[in-house]
């Protein structure tokens, strides 16, 4: 490596003197103005990763939920996964060295790793609908040809799209074609083979309407350019598809599922059937409002449990052995959780936040059906389920057996395995309630929610709030834990914990209890109780 030319390159990226920032719950994310040495030097780590593995490596700039003015960039491992812990490690080191100890952190780096700077090297880069990220994305590039590395820039993508690019290309093409036409064609073919059967078994009018808040991002963009490999029965109507309004601005699943409120610019008729994207179109939330003007969300535990009826009405006509589990974090709602262990006896694993968590977790089983509340999740099948299933899709003699297992398979093809996709997710949904004949009532009615309430805290310093027991319980500041239990104590059927956001500089408060005044009151009291044990900043919450 001829570092006189890194540090030439790097000097027209440079970092401001003192700034430290951390890879967090789904890589860098602050504000766009201070990210431009973050993105030259993802570009260089994205080479250095690309080395050490012989495979293509993913950078996605992106700030996906958060406003418009924050911007972010994470890489993608070669599996299509988020980046390893260790080399999310070396990211921050990277991110944080000072323009003259940069070198002094690559080679180690290289040395830890046993890089060889003289194999090929090739990154897949993708970006975000926001003003900030061509510019940035730029940054990434030169970092990358610094290097003598080799990229593809996909530009305007969805987050799970890049993942999808970064795994068919590592797997030669195995899991499909490393083109946005390739994406489209994949996920259609088994969406349209999938409500063929949904068809065949319902004799009503099957035109289905679905109405989308994209967000005002990128997700807009990518439905336009799919519509047209849609079934002429499902008709989607976008709205907020950012040719008006700010991104995530008063609308998109992270506004939906927090304030639990519909988004503005979406004009809702009583049991309309709607959805809303997120910034990056990696989450998805449903809901709808009854005809006595009552709004409903359907978040991610309903979705986890929609799919994981579905799928284990199929397992038990297809192959029993195949075990199958859901993954959750502690924002699930209890229950959600109490539904999925007691009634549909299907074990249910509780973990940090974050889907690189969920990810790792589901991967232990030959089903794993992973969600979080917000709406961020999707399905893994393990290579012995999978090569099971299409076997007996193809081969099995009696009918139904063999028909559930194409219907398996068609499931299989339709979700991106590598990582929650809002749009796959919504094709599964669309095509799970057609082919069940559910409506968004029948749905919700699954169970009902324990009401809930989220909010946010801002401290001086978030990361003085450690958390253990999959983030359900504070080790530090000392005292915060018995002051939340205290206050839990008071409500019926309650539960609160807080941590630190890794995407935002606050701290996030869930409570649930056993009445809405109540999950607002517990909420409020431990947001309190976050303010003056954690060092809160400015003036303290208000009810
Ligand atoms: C990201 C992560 C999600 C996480 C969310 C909030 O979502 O991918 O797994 O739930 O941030 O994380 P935190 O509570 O740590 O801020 P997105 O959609 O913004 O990429």
Redesign the pocket.
């Known amino acids: 490596m001829d570092f006189a030319v890194v540090k030439k390159s790097s000097a027209l990226h440079p970092k401001p003197a003192g700034l430290a920032l951390q890879y967090?719950?789904?890589g860098f994310?602050t504000e766009a103005e201070r990210l431009d040495h973050v993105m030259f030097r993802m570009g260089l780590l994205a080479v250095l990763r690309s080395r050490a593995t012989a495979s293509t490596i993913g950078v996605m700039v992106?700030?996906?939920?958060?406003p418009e003015e924050d911007n972010?960039v994470k890489l993608i491992d070669p599996h299509g996964e988020m980046l390893h812990p260790l080399w999310e490690e070396y990211a921050t080191q990277l991110a944080n060295a000072e323009e003259q100890e940069l070198q002094k952190v690559m080679t180690e780096i290289c040395q830890k790793e046993a890089v060889d700077l003289h194999k090929d090297a090739l990154v897949f880069i993708g970006r975000d609908t926001r003003p900030s990220s061509k510019k940035l994305s730029q940054s990434v590039i030169d970092g990358i040809s610094v290097l003598g590395g080799q990229y593809h820039d996909y530009g305007l993508v969805t987050?799970p799209q890049l993942h999808y690019m970064v795994c068919c290309q590592n797997t030669q093409g195995q899991y499909g074609k490393a083109t946005l036409e390739g994406y489209y064609q994949k996920l259609s073919k088994a969406f349209v083979e999938l409500i063929k059967q949904a068809n065949s078994s319902s004799s009503g009018d099957s035109q289905r309407h679905l109405k989308i808040d994209c967000a005002n991002g990128i997700g807009a963009l990518k439905l336009m350019e799919m519509e047209r490999y849609f079934p002429k029965e499902v008709l989607i109507h976008l709205y907020n598809d950012g040719t008006k309004e700010k991104l995530n601005h008063l609308c998109g699943?992270?506004y939906v599922k927090v304030h639990q409120k519909p988004p503005t610019g979406l004009d809702m008729k009583p049991n309309e059937r709607c959805c809303s994207l997120?910034?990056?179109a990696?989450?998805i939330v449903y809901y709808y409002k009854d005809t006595a003007d009552h709004f409903h969300l359907i978040d991610g535990d309903k979705i986890a449990t929609l799919i994981s009826i579905f799928l284990k009405e199929l397992l038990v006509k297809v192959e029993q052995t195949l075990k199958m589990a859901v993954i959750q974090?502690a924002?699930a709602n209890g229950s959600s959780t109490r539904y999925l262990e007691e009634t549909m006896k299907v074990p249910v694993h509780c973990v940090k936040?974050?889907?690189?968590h969920?990810h790792h977790k589901a991967q232990e089983f030959d089903v794993g059906v992973y969600f979080?509340a917000?709406g961020?999740g999707t399905v893994l099948f393990s290579k012995a389920a999978e090569t099971k299933i299409r076997q007996l899709a193809k081969e099995e003699k009696d009918d139904e057996r063999r028909e559930a297992a194409k219907m398996l398979e068609n499931t299989i093809d339709l979700f991106n395995q590598t990582v929650?996709d809002a749009i796959s997710d919504m094709l599964v949904i669309e095509a799970i309630l057609a082919l069940k004949g559910l409506t968004m009532q029948q749905w919700d009615a699954i169970y009902t929610d324990l009401p809930n309430r989220l909010l946010k805290v801002q401290v001086a310093d978030r990361h003085l709030i450690d958390t253990t027991d999959a983030e359900r319980h504070v080790v530090a500041p000392p005292g915060l834990q018995e002051k939340i239990d205290a206050l839990v104590k008071k409500y019926k059927s309650a539960r609160a914990f807080v941590?630190?956001?890794?995407?935002?500089d606050?701290v996030?408060i869930y409570a649930e209890a056993d009445k809405q005044e109540n999950a607002d009151a517990l909420a409020h009291e431990v947001s309190l109780a976050v303010y003056h044990l954690a060092g809160g900043v400015g003036t303290p919450p208000q009810p």
Request: aromatic fraction near 2%; avoid cysteine.
């Open positions: 967090g719950t789904a994310r992106t700030a996906s939920h958060n972010g987050t699943a992270d997120d910034g990056d990696d989450r974090t924002y936040t974050g889907v690189k969920l979080e917000n961020h929650g941590r630190p956001s890794g995407t935002e606050i996030r």
